[in-house]
Nanobody
Framework: QVQLVESGGGLVQAGGSLRLSCVAS????????MGWFRQAPGKERMFVAD????????TYGESVKGRFTISRDNAKNLVYLQMNSLKSEDTAVYYC????????????WGQGTQVTVSS
């Protein structure tokens, strides 16, 4: 059974930083692209960042470029999202997701972790 469990969310002031973590189990981690998505109240879920399997190529949503950094540790089945210079509009539930190499759909999702940025 595949499980993705996020942690690290919380309340932070604007301009501050948080690091989210997601630990995966039940899958061959190095065979999966890992992504972060977020959903704010009343809005659609949006792409934040993803990272490829072994070489760690990264992609970012426009609104977080230059502020967020995604990374992974294949030995520990972990993916991270370092969030700096946080803004109130970053407030959302952040989800970790896994996509198997060669597919175009994120098949597995975590339960989400709340990030609240106070202005």
């Amino acid at each position: 059974q595949v499980q993705l469990v996020e942690s690290g969310g919380g309340l932070v002031q604007a301009g501050g930083s948080l690091r989210l973590s997601c630990v995966a189990s039940g899958l061959t981690f190095s065979s999966y692209y890992m992504g972060w998505f977020r959903q704010a109240p009343g809005k659609e879920r949006m792409f934040v960042a993803d990272i490829s399997t072994k070489i760690g190529r990264t992609t970012y949503g426009e609104s977080v470029k230059g502020r967020f950094t995604i990374s992974r540790d294949n030995a520990k089945n972990l993916v991270y999202l370092q969030m700096n210079s946080l803004k109130s509009e970053d407030t959302a539930v952040y989800y970790c997701a896994a996509r198997l190499i060669g597919t175009d759909r994120y098949a597995y999702w975590g339960q989400g972790t709340q990030v609240t940025v106070s202005s």
